[in-house]
């Protein structure tokens, strides 16, 4: 497959990404209905009872067994916790990565083998389109799902309309780019919230999301309520690689940034704060192959990277001792002469060259001799 053929046409991507929402909020309401639904609802939780004619079951502790009073205790544990850590509306691209599970952040950057298939790495990342606070973005797909070649991933930072809103009033055209391209840096770094089309997202995380208040609901996207007994009873993890993918693009790519930047002029001129921005189907298969020419598909969290440079640091200082060291070696450092020392090594020469020259008469130089040789 080319690079640039997942990206496919951007003209038909929201309406594939609203069919698909579609038929997986029905999927997923049907789940949590069934008697052996892998979703566990939150009366269940809440009450910490449950109808015994339910053949309930988690995989708390490794492996899969028949729910117990414990475990609902557990459960809700592990609910305060994720509630504690997130306090405010919204998460940080940053922050996802950061608490992402590192298998996740492995497949976002490395394929690897599910039964005889190989899944590939998600390495590419285009913003579709941006209406309002909302962007859609498109990410290659590792090819587990049958007949899906790209997810469709949802973000909304959740201040975007606020920064458009502190241009002062009455500012050209050309301060207000200005001032969006500079503003573009904050909102990279600004609460938002998340949803992905694919199963790990909504079997895994988006319970997650949904109860650290940045899961990105309807129209865009899905709430879940019902606690992952089987999927991810211990709550870990936080983030897809689709989604890990859009962090890292929105975090570090000068051309997501750029196309922010854009969207957000639009809306700071726009008096009802409203507009949309399209991605241009050229600009998105640039993207797209600049991102597959890479060298380097890793997403580092806050952590890896102080470590990383923290390594290179170390590396170069020892890189430049070795260097200095090995010219200290090749090239011995000449002792320095007083002109005393250079007169007196004149001298001996002299006399040297005297004996030397008498030597094959079987003479000596005598000491008149000698002193004139020094005087002249
Ligand atoms: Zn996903």
Redesign the pocket.
Known sequence: MADTDWVGKLSGAAGEAKTRYQDETAKLNHAVKKSDSIILSPRDILTGEWDAARTLETTLGGIQRHITKEDLAAFSQNIETVKQRHTLEGIKAQQVIDLSDALDRKRTSSSYKLGKKTIEPITQASPVLANGQVIRFITNAGGSTPGVTR?H?VVEFVKLNAFASAAKRGDKDTTIRAFAQKTAKDLVKSPLKFY?D?E??KYWYCYIATIGNFALGKPYGLLQHGYPKITNPTLDGIA????IRVMREITTSPHVQSYLAKHLEKITLSHKKQGTTQQSQKDAEILARTQANRTDHTVQTTDEKKAAAADAKAARAAKAKQAITKLAAKAPVPERKTPKLKQAEAAADKVAALRAALAPFGLEPTQEQINAVLKG
Do not use: A, I, S
């Open positions: 997810h991933v992905c694919c790990r997202h897809c690689k689709h989604v």
